[in-house]
Every structure is written in C-alpha cells, then in structure tokens.
C-alpha cells in the first residue's frame, strides 16, 4: 500500500518538478478576483534545506495577505504610491506591498510546501501576473525563480522560470 501511494506521488509531482522548481497554484484564475495563492517549493538548493522563501509583488497588486507559517518569520515590505488607493475594505492606503518574505523552516530538500498568499489579482483578462520568487537555502545558497519568457519563448524553455498566473475572464 505504501508503495502505491508512493508511486502516485511521484507520478504527481514528477511533472511539477521536471516544469519547475517553485510553482503557483492556481495556473490561471479570473482577473480582479480575489485569490487564494500558493507557492509551490518543490525542492531546496542541491540538497540543502529551504529556509526562506522571499516573492516579488509587481506594482499595480494593491491587495495581498500573506499566511503565517508555523516555524517561520514573516517580513512585509511596502513600497509608496504615486497617490493614496483605496485598499480592501475600502481603506484608504498610500503604500502596496513589494515583497513578502517567510524565514525559517527548515524545510529539508525531500520534502515540498506551500507559502500561501491572498491577491487581488490585476484586472487584465489575457495578461499574466508573474511573482519572481527567490528561494534562499542552508549554508547560504540561494535559487532566483525569475526568468521570464522572451516572444515566442515557453516557460518550460526557461532554466529558473518565474511562477505566473494566467489572467482569464470572468
């Protein structure tokens, strides 16, 4: 039985790990929706442990909550805007969030998580929103997930591609 449940496993996250290192889940999602967001780690560094987790918010993402992690810190960092927004809830803000960063851990190279996030995704039906991730790893190591694709290009073509979400309609 374990052997079953193994052998299923590895053929799930076989084609996760083959496309990609950190992944999102949802692919795709409606635009201006909220969104719960999660990133995928799927291994550490070689084989050191992951022991932060840092993802890019581009500018325009006014609306985004990160979810505690046991065991880890979490760092938010605001960036100004031009001029005031109004924010969830209808609250006024003057600042968006440009990076969310876990620290901690570990987690060890065999196993995989998720750092969950909720967004207001852009209201760009068609486009993307791609979140640079940059995985930091025991004794210093550190992978940029960052790439993006040029015209014409594939994200699976890419060696560290950046997690993105599709854009679709409502």
């Not at 999102?24 to 995928?40: E, N, S, T, W």
Request: with cysteine.
């Amino acid at each position: 039985m374990r052997l079953a449940i193994a052998a299923l496993a590895a053929g799930l996250l076989g084609p996760l790990a083959a496309a990609a290192h950190v992944t999102v889940d949802p692919a795709a999602a409606p635009a201006g929706d909220f969104q719960r967001v999660a990133l995928r780690v799927l291994h550490g560094c070689g084989s050191a442990a992951t022991t932060r987790i840092a993802v890019e918010l581009p500018q325009g993402v006014y609306t985004a909550k990160p979810m505690p992690k046991p065991g880890w810190t979490l760092r938010i960092e605001r960036r100004a805007l031009p001029h005031a927004m109004h924010g969830m809830h209808g609250h006024e803000t003057e600042a968006e969030i440009a990076r969310i960063t876990w620290d901690g851990g570990p987690l060890p190279d065999e196993q995989y998580d998720e750092f969950v996030l909720l967004l207001q995704l852009p209201n760009e039906p068609g486009g993307t929103l791609t979140l640079p991730v940059t995985q930091g790893c025991a004794g210093g190591q550190a992978e940029a997930w960052v790439e993006r694709p040029a015209a014409g290009q594939q994200a699976e073509d890419l060696a560290r591609p950046a997690p993105f979400i599709r854009l679709t309609p409502r």
